[in-house]
């Protein structure tokens, strides 16, 4: 059973970096699988989440959303069945609950992944 969990999510001030966590557990073949990092905000749906950044199941090739470029960097440890969302000058429209995906091809929809985590609160105070 493939279980995903996010950790490093809490409450930080606006300008501050966080660096958030996601392992995979139970899945042998962590390096053939893309992932995504999302977020979501109350009174979204799931299908509604916003796709932050992705990454390939090599590391070689990432996506950003605009908001985020220059400031977030997704980057993967396959050794370590671990993908990791570095964030840094935060902003309060960056409070949401923060979701790992694991996807066997990628995507920016979340209907592309099939394993998610219970997500982390990231919370931005200005």
């Known amino acids: 059973q493939v279980q995903v969990e996010e950790s490093g999510g809490g409450l930080v001030q606006s300008g501050d970096s966080v660096m958030l966590s996601c392992v995979v557990s139970?899945?042998?073949?962590?390096?053939?699988?893309?992932m995504g990092w999302f977020r979501q905000v109350p009174g979204k749906e799931r299908e509604e989440r916003e796709c932050?950044?992705?990454?390939?199941?090599?590391?070689?090739?990432?996506y950003y959303t605009d908001s985020v470029k220059g400031r977030f960097t997704i980057s993967r440890n396959n050794a370590k069945n671990t993908v990791y969302l570095q964030m840094n000058n935060q902003k309060p429209e960056g409070t949401a609950v923060y979701y790992c995906?694991?996807?066997?091809?990628?995507?920016?929809?979340?209907?592309?992944?099939?394993?998610w985590g219970r997500g982390t609160q990231v919370t931005v105070t200005s």
């Open positions: 995906g694991v996807s066997r091809f990628g995507g920016t929809k979340t209907d592309v992944y099939g394993e």
């Open positions: 139970g899945r042998r073949t962590f390096d053939k699988y893309a």
């Open positions: 932050v950044a992705t990454i390939n199941y090599s590391g070689d090739t990432t």
